[in-house]
């Protein structure tokens, strides 16, 4: 039984720790949210043998008293959970909570580092409240669209420039690790998994008895998954619809709101604006059917930052949109997009490796990142060959440099024309993350003399190692599109650098563009 003492004898516990115990503190709001901080922790742990301290706010989190971590808290919703964090010390926390430092949760002056771990891959500025994130150092991205995104709010607002992490998404690894543990599917009956977002206009609310009622009536089954938001605020609802579908064999309501193994089992979903919509169609490659309800918006001023929502372009990309006061044309679709399926299967894997930073391999990608941060050194792997290690790496290294594709085009030209007033403040950290990235896969820029090689430590915009640095950058690009982009912006560079005067290294940069270019060029 929970006891509202224990929250704060457990501040009491974290107080009492040494600094060199707090180096790495992760913040979980609930067991739900286990998902995407596990695939890291097991990553640090694997990998580097590294001790943290797991916070949680639920005295049911299955990670509460897990081995590992080493040690692991329960501090409640409360005042207690208030306090800790004021009175918070560590080197770097990881949690998956927006609006640090807005209200009740405030940044610790005692805390070096603060990183946001994404549990939604949709929109990061329709979806949430206006500056959900500007309080964190860095952001672990899903994909492209979040560090987009968030490059854009940071200049229409003048942020400083976090650290945009290609990071991708846990759920979806899970998903695609499980894709194969799916029960034996009923011949000629479909399994529609009805998993809608949360607010109050949502697919629940506005037709889900209609939209229930038109499946069980085609002879499909059926399995309502309410958000965990919808079973707290609106359970009276939630009951409704059970009661009155509840005595069709065909009707299952899943509570599981930790688990994806219904998310299996399903041949399609339906959904309105939830991100679980992209995580089923990435993480198992089957088609999402939205039912298109009011768009779910947390930020009446979205479309001033001139990025579209994901959640909102990529729908039919993904699936069918059918219309909310058309409930009966959902069986229509239904059986449209399942008549497609391997069709679908192809059109959602080249949107995956489009939009989704390190499909499969997250929990290695956000355990380097704070590694990184820490100073961890991994320890070897028996029968890790260095060469896919390497490999990884650089995929890590092509994403950056398509996500910062802007910034290192503008860094190009102001370091090789010496027009520091062109360079943003955005761009300095991406370049510093970029390098980075070059400096841990060490086998990209191995092949270099020392003066080609990436300064260890930031150096003087003046310095000949910059340009070197950009080259490499785009030597390490690929596949070859990529190339071509930034070697055509290299030579463009190349020009006005010498029309600036600046000669020295102007000769090499061009050979070694030219020649990569002719070689790739399609």
């Known amino acids: 039984m929970f006891n509202w003492l224990d929250p704060w004898r457990d501040f009491h516990r974290l107080r009492k720790l040494s600094r060199r115990e707090r180096r790495l503190v992760v913040y979980c709001e609930g067991r739900e949210y286990d998902v995407f901080f596990a ?21 049911g989190d299955p990670l509460l008293g897990a081995q590992p971590p080493r040690r692991s808290f329960c501090i409640g919703h409360g005042t207690a959970r208030t306090a800790w964090f004021q009175t918070l010390a560590a080197d770097l926390v990881l949690m998956s909570t927006p609006d640090l430092n ?15 771990l994404h549990h939604s891959l949709v929109s ?22 979040h560090v987009t995104e968030s490059r854009a709010w940071e200049a229409q607002h003048n942020l400083r420039a976090k650290q945009l992490v290609p990071h991708g998404y846990g759920p979806i690894d899970a998903l695609m690790a499980s894709a194969e543990e799916r029960r034996t599917p009923v011949p000629d009956q479909p399994t529609v998994l009805v998993a ?14 209609a939209v229930c009622s038109a499946l069980l009536q085609a002879g ?47 041949d399609i979903m339906i959904s309105d604006w939830s991100g679980a919509a992209f995580e089923f169609a990435f993480g198992l490659l089957r088609p999402v059917l939205f039912v298109d309800v009011p768009r779910k918006v947390n930020n009446p001023h979205y479309a001033s930052l001139d990025c579209e929502p994901l959640e909102v372009f990529l729908r039919t990309e993904v699936g ?34 489009q939009w989704i930073f390190n499909a499969g391999t997250s929990g290695v990608a956000g355990a380097e ?25 650089d995929k890590r290294v092509i994403e950056l440099l398509v996500a910062e594709r802007g910034a290192v085009e503008r860094i190009l030209i102001a370091l090789l024309t010496r027009q520091v007033g062109k360079w943003r403040k955005a761009d300095w950290a991406a370049l510093h993350q970029l390098a980075h990235q070059v400096e841990v896969t060490k086998r990209v820029h191995s092949t270099y003399d020392e ?72």
């Open 39 to 59: 695939p890291i922790l097991a990553a640090l742990t694997d990998r580097y043998r590294f001790d943290y301290l797991f916070v949680t706010s639920d005295s």
């Open 102 to 116: 807005r209200f009740h949760l405030k940044r610790s002056p005692a805390v070096g580092h603060y990183a946001y």
């Open 124 to 145: 990061t500025h329709m979806a949430y409240r206006p500056g959900a994130f500007d309080n964190y150092d860095s952001i672990l991205c899903v994909g492209p669209h």
């Open 196 to 209: 809608p977002s949360w607010g109050q206009a949502g697919l629940i609310q506005s037709c889900g008895a």
């Open 220 to 266: 499909m089954r059926v399995v309502l998954r309410p958000h965990p938001r919808t079973l707290q605020t609106q359970r009276a609802l939630v009951d409704e619809l059970t009661a009155r579908f509840g005595a069709d064999d065909n009707f299952a309501l899943d509570l599981g709101v930790a688990s994806h193994e219904i998310y299996r089992d399903a």
């Open 320 to 353: 069918e949109v059918v219309p909310a006061d058309a409930p009966t044309a959902v069986v229509a679709a239904v059986e449209r997009l399942l008549g497609h399926a391997e069709r679908w299967r192809e059109r959602l894997a080249a949107q995956r490796r």
């Open 369 to 393: 990142f704070i590694a990184g941060k820490l100073g961890l050194v991994a320890r070897a792997h028996r029968g890790s060959g260095g060469a896919a290690s390497d490999r990884s790496l």
């Open 451 to 522: 003066a080609w090689r990436v300064p260890a430590a930031p150096t003087p915009l003046d310095s000949d190692a910059w340009p070197a640095l950009v080259l490499v950058f785009l030597i390490a690009a690929e596949p070859a599109g990529v190339q071509c982009k930034f070697l055509s912006a290299a030579l463009r560079a190349l020009d006005c650098m010498e029309a600036n005067g600046v000669k020295k290294f102007s000769r090499e940069l061009r050979v070694r563009c030219q020649e990569l270019l002719e070689r790739i060029a399609p």
